[in-house]
């Protein structure tokens, strides 16, 4: 199962718990479900909104919203902008700020953890009955540089 990333390991334990139990439920139930509502669950994956797509749209709207309360209402709201942005700062420095653990617990996933869900349904599914295995990569391969 996934390692998650940062935010995995810096999320509360807790949440990180039960995201990871949940999917591991969720991907043994569709073991023995229909094709098309494995290709319906594979859907609903490609449209999930990732833990960092959730934190970033958040920046926006109350940095946002904190710039017009500041310019239009009383300045004392252009605080808020600066903090955001201090948060995200940090985020990006550390994948930690006070956001994060609030998002985990609300149970939104990284963008590895939905990943790993859709990468176990196709091997269930069979996607990858014929392939290869034991290849290595190559550094004459295409895009290995």
């Given amino acids: 199962m996934p390692r998650g990333g940062r935010e995995r390991r810096h999320g509360p334990g807790k949440a990180n718990e039960e995201i990871l139990r949940e999917m591991r439920e969720r991907i043994a139930s569709y073991a023995s479900r229909p094709q098309d509502e494995v290709e319906g669950r594979l859907d609903e994956l490609e449209r999930e909104w990732d833990l960092e797509r959730a934190?970033?749209?958040n920046a926006?709207?109350?940095?946002?919203?904190?710039?017009?309360?500041?310019?239009?209402?009383?300045?004392?709201?252009?605080?808020?902008?600066?903090?955001?942005?201090?948060?995200?700062?940090q985020h990006a420095v550390?994948?930690?700020?006070p956001?994060?653990?609030?998002l985990r617990r609300w149970k939104l996933r990284t963008r590895g953890e939905i990943d790993a869900e859709k990468f176990a349904l196709r091997v269930q599914r069979g996607d990858f009955r014929g392939a290869e295995v034991g290849h290595s990569a190559s550094s004459e391969g295409p895009g290995w540089g």
């Fill in 94 to 97: 550390s994948g930690w700020c």
């Fill in 55 to 57: 934190l970033q749209v």
């Fill in 99 to 102: 956001p994060v653990e609030m």
């Fill in 60 to 89: 926006a709207v109350l940095s946002l919203a904190g710039l017009v309360l500041g310019v239009t209402r009383d300045r004392k709201w252009l605080w808020v902008p600066g903090v955001v942005a201090g948060f995200l700062l």
